[in-house]
T-cell receptor, first 113, second 114 residues
């Protein structure tokens, strides 16, 4: 059922470094690509999202890069901080229907001080 | 505004038993969706309720069912539990579940089946 492949499974980055998480999707009908951040004991929270009409979206230290032809998108966390340590999920689905969203398996990010 | 709440937070059951999980959405939200989260499969959509009606359903067996009450609170039931049902069950609420309508997730119920 999983139609979104996410890598890596885990990532360790030094404070101040760049964290990069990649996702690939299959369904060309998908047109909404959110990223969620999940801390232990909490539910996922929407971090940033992109639509395929743009190739990049930046919000603070978080940037989504989108490659429609390759059906890939990635999350870049600039100047990574220990407080960014969490599990990150990418998702892909049709805009207008949250319930057809497909989620990646998650990446556990650890930012070392 | 209070967030999505789920009860209980942790649950241990044995195979063959049944379980009921509860979700209270954010006030004013009418859509409640349920997800199963496991290390191997990630988040998988179970079903969505809107105005007391099941509007969408994922690919899970009939042992998984749910309902929504007039105050938008929702319950999920799993009958004849199997070991593979061990997971974190998340519910998410949104205003209507359509458009760019952000879902707000609860903290989840951790179900362990022994």
């Amino acid at each position: 059922q999983q139609q979104v492949k996410q890598s890596p499974q885990s990532l360790i980055v030094q404070k101040g470094g760049i964290s990069i998480i990649n996702c690939a999707y299959e369904n060309t009908a998908f047109d909404y690509f959110p990223w969620y951040q999940q801390f232990p004991g909490k539910g996922p929270a929407l971090l940033i999202a992109i639509r395929p009409d743009v190739s990049e979206k930046k919000e603070g230290r978080f940037t989504i890069s989108f490659n429609k032809s390759a059906k890939q998108f990635s999350l870049h966390i600039m100047d990574s901080q220990p407080g960014d340590s969490a599990t990150y999920f990418c998702a892909a689905g049709p805009l207008g229907n949250n319930n057809d969203m497909r989620f990646g398996a998650g990446t556990r990010l650890t930012v070392k001080p | 505004k209070a967030g999505v709440t789920q009860t209980p937070r942790y649950l241990i059951k044995t195979r063959g038993q049944q379980v009921t999980l509860s979700c209270s959405p954010i006030s004013g939200h009418r859509s409640v969706s349920w997800y199963q989260q496991t290390p191997g499969q990630g988040l998988q959509f179970l079903f969505e309720y809107f105005s007391e009606t099941q509007r969408n359903k994922g690919n899970f067996p009939g042992r998984f069912s749910g309902r929504q009450f007039s105050n938008s609170r929702s319950e999920m039931n799993v009958s004849t539990l199997e070991l593979g049902d061990s997971a974190l069950y998340l519910c998410a609420s949104s205003t209507s579940g359509t458009g760019v309508d952000e879902q707000y997730f609860g903290p989840g119920t951790r179900l362990t089946v022994t």
